[in-house]
């Protein structure tokens, strides 16, 4: 891992130029990162530059930055100008969104740049870099934890793709022509629609009088010029970012709560769209405005705002509202994922598509599941049954399983939960919500797995129970997760007859989804999106059950299956007992022992025993714990029950082995333990040698799995506790 890089700390007024030129003037032209933080404020801007005495001459002129007290430049050999870059755009996206500052920065400069060595060196370092910025009180919370934050997920410090900067420019471009009424973006599902409504919002609140044009390639001062004409020519826009789903919103509210120049308020529902008139309105989610179809409780109220705005109730929508209340309007659309009756026609924004006003772009590039393009493809074409026969699906950067236990899928998600996050439990609506009324029911029942509806509808993905509950299409639209186990009703079937995936309209219990529909086709149009939506939501992995049996054997055909592996509390050999009972029982240690990285709050329980049978070898200096993860799934199965050898000296290298180490974490919180292949590195001296570096290498189908490695004193308080022998 390189270290090759220092930290040097200075107040923030004239006398750093002095520090700058005295302490380090082999940097005065060399490219270097800097943050300057003020602790009152809580407020922070974070540059890059080569020539450090002119920037910070210029900062100091800055109204803005003046507030701030305290400068911390940032120093390698091994920056360059694109790396200087890169390690200042990911400090930009990090820090904003740790939340213990503020951060000032615009978010036009944020660098995307490819450049030699970028994920195999600088991302090291920058890791390296974010420790010690922790250390010294700059951030507060791990890259992991930030990374499954809402503030980071939808954070408007993006690197933003090619394809999204030619949208970015195509909307500014938009609303300089007098012509142009409406921007149209179409994506499907990950495609960063949300991400670019995010960012242009930001933009176009974002104080210009700062950016450093050197900092620009081309490309970019061709956006910052429209920006630029976009601002004289509104100057103040009244704007806000309409979100139709009330769940999403709030969670998207809270972000902007805690982005310099934004506040909660602009985020707002459909509704409040009748209560005035804006110069620019951005909706996401467009799909999810309404029409007067099964509102329920909310007819009067849409009734009331239509007589407001001069409309006809009974042809009006929400769509509508937003083209009467605004002069220009920005939509993000994707007609695959309307779920229900209410939402707006496909055939009103095909309407909208072919007026001469509006303008329009498609956004194709996929963000959010590492399975890419080929993923979603194949999902889409799986559900509308293009698959040929003999196609399966295959991707080593993805997981995608089909299960025959809903118990054991709900039993891996959790896993998933404590080593990831953020993994969550979603199905589709074949099951009564009677848990609502009474929470000793059990609203979805299948063999072993007894599961409840999610109890709140409002952010309910990082509600604290959210783990233990199933959320629905309306409280996941939107989101991003890390893992997802989705439930296929019994809504959805198939029909070995005719080979066709079939709706049941009458196990279908969401009534607002179904009330007023006569046509077949067109249900089965929307619980196929609603399951197209839910299946496209996991970054790193897919799990499935299907609660048909015909179309789980559908599904079998094209991906591969999780078998139902008897427990260990379930075999007639695997039986734990209190006391040794015969002379094969060998000690079983209730570890919990986590195959990822070291684990929290581990200690050795009560001993008990467990028989070694199959075991062909002296029992004498064997034990066996139970193995949690997925990290060595090439050997060791998630949920196994594994034996080791205690370990008695000599070489470890190569092989797998159950090791302990104190030095990860405080030693307070107790035992650290974890099953990796087992290398060293050691420094031979004439009369001593030591570990220089030890290193725990994973053995697993996921590829997002990294080594441990521990270096210099971290490899003095670690043990070998065992050697692997066998799964039992």
Same mark, same amino acid.
């Given at each position: ?86 390690? #200042? ?40 870099? &974010? ?17 499954? $934050? *809402? ?40 495609? =960063? ?17 700062? !950016?450093?044009?050197? *900092?620009?390639?081309?490309? *970019? ?17 009244? @704007? ?35 209560? #005035?008139?804006? *110069? ?12 007067? %179809? ?54 009103? !924004?095909?309407?909208?598509? =072919? ?41 080593? #950067? ?114 607002? =989804? ?37 179309? $789980?054997?559908?599904?079998? +055909? ?56 199959? %075991? ?15 990290? @060595? ?28 180490? +104190? ?20 420094? %031979?001296?004439?009369?001593? &040698? ?39």
């Amino acid at each position: 891992m390189i270290r090759d890089f220092r930290i040097s700390q200075a107040q923030f007024d004239q006398t750093v130029l002095t520090e700058l030129q005295l302490q380090n003037p082999e940097y005065l032209s060399w490219p270097l990162v800097y943050v300057l933080s003020d602790a009152k404020t809580k407020q922070a801007y974070i540059g890059e530059t080569t020539d450090v005495v002119s920037r910070m001459k210029s900062h100091l002129n800055n109204s803005h930055k003046q507030k701030l007290s305290n400068a911390h430049f940032i120093l390698s050999s091994y920056f360059n100008k694109s790396a200087a870059l890169d390690i #200042e755009s990911n400090l930009i996206k990090y820090v904003a969104a740790d939340g213990f500052f503020q951060t000032i920065n615009g978010n036009l400069g944020i660098a995307n740049h490819q450049y030699y060595q970028k994920k195999e060196v600088y991302w090291h370092l920058f890791r390296s870099i &974010w420790e010690e910025l922790r250390s010294l009180g700059i951030a507060r919370y791990s890259l992991e934890h930030i990374d499954n $934050s *809402d503030l980071f997920k939808y954070s408007p410090y993006k690197s933003l793709s090619i394809e999204q900067l030619h949208g970015l420019k195509k909307i500014l471009q938009c609303l300089l022509d007098d012509d142009a009424k409406v921007s149209l973006i179409e994506g499907g599902a990950g495609t =960063g629609k949300s991400i670019l409504a995010i960012f242009l919002f930001k933009l176009l609140k974002t104080d210009l009088s700062d !950016f450093n044009y050197s *900092d620009f390639d081309e490309t *970019d001062v061709e956006l910052f010029e429209l920006l630029e004409r976009v601002k004289e020519q509104y100057k103040d826009l009244k @704007m806000a970012l309409v979100i139709p789903m009330s769940s999403f919103r709030k969670t998207i509210s809270n972000v902007f709560k805690n982005i310099k120049g934004l506040s909660g308020n602009m985020v707002i529902g459909p509704a409040d769209m009748v209560k #005035e008139k804006y *110069d620019l309105l951005i909706i996401d989610e467009s799909h999810r405005l309404r029409r007067r %179809v099964n509102l329920g409780a909310y007819f009067g109220n849409f009734d009331l705002n239509c007589k407001a705005l001069g409309l006809d109730k009974d042809t009006s929508s929400e769509l509508q509202w937003a083209l009467v209340q605004s002069d220009k309007t920005i939509l993000f659309y994707d007609e695959k994922q309307s779920i229900k009756p209410s939402d707006v026609l496909q055939s009103d !924004f095909i309407k909208l598509k =072919g007026a001469s006003s509006t303008r329009r772009e498609q956004l194709t590039q996929q963000f959010r599941v590492k399975g890419g393009r080929q993923y979603v493809s194949f999902i889409n074409r799986l559900l509308d049954q293009q698959l040929k026969h003999e196609e399966k699906y295959i991707c080593s #950067e993805y997981e995608v399983l089909i299960y025959d236990s809903l118990q054991l899928m709900f039993s891996d998600i959790k896993n998933k939960e404590s080593q990831f996050g953020l993994s969550r439990m979603v199905a589709g609506f074949a099951w009564d919500w009677i848990s609502k009324k009474d929470k000793t029911k059990f609203d979805i029942v299948e063999g072993d797995a007894q599961l409840q509806w999610n109890s709140t509808a409002t952010d309910w993905v990082n509600s604290k129970n959210a783990i233990n509950e199933v959320g629905c299409i309306h409280t996941i639209q939107g989101y991003d997760l890390n893992y997802i186990g989705v439930i296929i009703g019994s809504e959805i079937g198939f029909n070995n007859e005719t080979n066709r995936i079939v709706i049941k309209k009458e196990n279908y219990k969401d009534k607002n =989804g179904k009330n007023s529909i006569v046509d077949s086709d067109v249900l089965h149009n929307y619980i196929i999106n609603i399951y197209k939506t839910i299946l496209l939501r996991g970054i790193r992995g897919t799990y499935i059950y299907v609660c048909d049996p015909d179309l $789980s054997a559908y599904f079998k +055909t094209y991906l591969p299956t999780k078998e139902v592996k008897t427990s260990f509390f379930e075999s007639r050999e695997l039986v734990i007992h209190d006391t040794a009972i015969n002379n094969r029982c060998i000690p079983f240690y209730d570890l919990r022992v986590s195959a990822g990285n070291f684990s929290n709050y581990q200690t050795v329980e009560e001993l008990r025993y467990i028989e070694a049978n199959g %075991v062909n070898q002296p029992i004498s200096d064997l034990f066996a714990c139970r193995v949690i993860g997925e990290s @060595m799934n090439k050997v060791i199965p998630n949920d196994s029950i594994v034996i080791f050898k205690k370990y008695t000296g000599g070489s470890r290298n190569g092989l797998i082995c159950l090791v302990e180490s +104190t030095e990860i974490q405080d030693n307070e919180l107790g035992g650290h333990y974890t099953i990796k292949e087992y290398e060293s590195k050691k420094t %031979v001296g004439e009369d001593y &040698w030591h570990h220089s570096e030890i290193i725990l290498k994973p053995l697993s189908t996921i590829h997002s799995y990294q080594p441990i490695r521990l270096i210099d004193e971290q490899t003095t308080d670690f043990k070998v506790l065992g050697v692997f022998v066998r799964v039992l």
